[in-house]
Nanobody, 114 residues
Framework: QVQLVESGGGLVEAGGSLRLSCVAS???????MGWYRQAPGDPREFVVA???????SYGDFVKGRFIISRDNANNTVHLQMSGLNSGDTGVYFC?????????WGQGTQVTVSS
């Protein structure tokens, strides 16, 4: 239903911070939004989500380090990441969900140096 474009990934040192952004081609006001990540050879895993009502859900390993927020006026979701470690390395994908329809971005690479 919408196209999603992620940005903000890059190479950072352990302990560093990044802010990822996901811009949708249309309104996200009715959509549940989330971030997932995937390392090579591993399944995609849940990171954080924020539903259309603003309720957030955090994966156990990122709670306290990552913050998800949404800017409905700009059709954008952000993921503020701090205290990054090598386990956070992977491709981060933005997800938009409404009923049974799921849209995915192409992902943005996050690499944390060791």
């Amino acid at each position: 239903q919408v196209q999603l474009v992620e940005s903000g990934g890059g190479l950072v040192e352990a302990g560093g911070s990044l802010r990822l952004s996901c811009v949708a081609s249309g309104s996200i006001i009715d959509k549940d939004m989330g971030w997932y990540r995937q390392a090579p050879g591993d399944p995609r895993e849940f990171v954080v989500a924020i539903n259309s009502g603003g309720i957030t859900s955090y994966g156990d390993f990122v709670k306290g380090r990552f913050i998800i927020s949404r800017d409905n006026a700009n059709n954008t979701v952000h993921l503020q990441m701090s205290g990054l470690n090598s386990g956070d390395t992977g491709v981060y994908f933005c997800n938009a969900s409404f009923l049974f329809v799921n849209d995915w971005g192409q992902g943005t690479q996050v690499t944390v140096s060791s």
